[in-house]
């Protein structure tokens, strides 16, 4: 089975960084799309940034200009590079991944399990 794994999550003060990481693992024949989305509590999930395959990259607006997703495609891992943080920016962060399995070839969308960020003094 394909896998994300999350990591990079925890508790940083307002204006800080963190850099969060997703590995896809598996037997993966190729990694389409990427992405990352958050989910704040009591909110819907939303848009934080995608990255295609060649490196063109989507972001929500309330993210531009502070976060930079970037991918590295012979890892089959995305980033997320989160400067300037608010607590409004305090979410469970998943990674997203349009995967094209061995076993299976055809295109599916895996989800990681979440990693939290806390922005907090």
């Known amino acids: 089975q394909v896998q994300l794994v999350e990591s990079g999550g925890g508790l940083v003060q307002p204006g800080g960084s963190l850099r969060l990481s997703c590995a896809a693992s598996?037997?993966?024949?190729?990694?389409?799309?990427m992405g990352w989305y958050r989910q704040a509590p009591g909110k819907e999930r939303e848009l934080v940034a995608t990255i295609t395959t060649g490196g063109s990259t989507n972001y929500a607006d309330s993210v531009k200009g502070r976060f930079t997703i970037s991918r590295d495609n012979a890892k089959n891992t995305e980033y997320l590079q989160m400067n300037s943080l608010n607590p409004e920016d305090t979410a469970v962060y998943y990674c997203?991944?349009?995967?094209?399995?061995?076993?299976?070839?055809?295109?599916?969308?895996?989800w990681g399990q979440g990693t939290l960020v806390t922005v907090s003094s």
């Open positions: 598996g037997r993966i024949s190729r990694v389409n799309a």
């Open positions: 997203n991944a349009e995967v094209v399995r061995i076993t299976f070839p055809r295109l599916v969308e895996v």
